[in-house]
C-alpha cells in the first residue's frame, strides 16, 4: 500500500494537489495525535519535520512540514515544493535567516542553516531518492530552476 501512495504522490496532478491540502491536514493530525504523527508520515512511512524560519518579507514566523534527511552531523532539506515551478517561500526565508528551528514528534530544537555543500548535496539526493522516488519527478518537472539544498545542524556547528 505504501509503495502504491508514494508512487500515486509524485505525480503531476496529485503532487499539485497535496502541495495544498497536505500542509493543513499534517497540522490538523499532528495536533489530534500529541504531536506523534501526521497523515503523510502514517500513509507513507516518512517522518514528517516542521521546519519554523522568519518570513523574509513578514519577518513573521512560518513552519511547514518537509522531508528531511540525515547528512554528517546535520538535517538536510530539499527546496523542491512537489516539483512545482516557484522556488518554495522556506527557501527565501533561509536564505535571508540562517535561523530556524525544526520540531519532530513534539521535540523543537533551534538549528542553523546553510547551504549545503556539492558532496553534502549528492548524499541528501540519493537518500531523499531512495526514501522517496518522487524527487527524481520533482527535478524533471522544476528542471527550468536550481532546487537548492540545505543542511541544518545545532548552532555553533561548523
Known amino acids: 500500500m505504501r509503495r502504491w501512495v508514494i508512487s500515486v504522490a509524485s505525480t503531476p496532478v496529485v503532487s499539485r494537489i497535496n502541495a495544498r491540502i497536505l500542509p493543513p491536514i499534517d497540522r490538523l493530525t499532528l495536533r489530534l495525535t500529541g504531536g506523534r504523527s501526521t497523515v503523510t508520515s502514517l500513509m507513507t512511512g516518512l517522518p514528517v519535520l516542521w521546519l519554523t524560519t522568519t518570513g523574509a518579507r513578514s519577518g513573521l514566523a512560518r513552519t511547514v512540514p518537509l522531508l528531511g534527511f ?3 552531523d546535520g538535517i538536510g532539506l530539499i527546496g523542491t515544493r512537489f516539483g512545482h515551478r516557484a522556488t518554495p ?7 535571508a535567516s540562517e535561523r530556524a528551528s525544526l520540531s519532530h514528534q513534539g521535540v523543537e530544537v533551534p538549528v542553523r542553516a546553510r547551504p549545503a555543500r ?3 548535496a549528492e548524499e541528501v539526493w540519493a537518500r531523499a531518492t531512495a526514501s522517496y522516488p ?3 519527478k520533482y527535478t524533471e ?3 527550468h530552476r536550481v532546487i537548492r539544498v ?7 556547528t561548523d
Open 70 to 72: 540525515p547528512v554528517g
Open 89 to 95: 517561500g522556506w527557501v527565501h526565508n533561509l536564505e
Open 118 to 120: 556539492i558532496d553534502e
Open 134 to 136: 518522487g524527487y527524481a
Open 141 to 143: 518537472r522544476a528542471a
Open 150 to 156: 540545505f543542511v541544518l545542524e545545532a548552532p555553533g
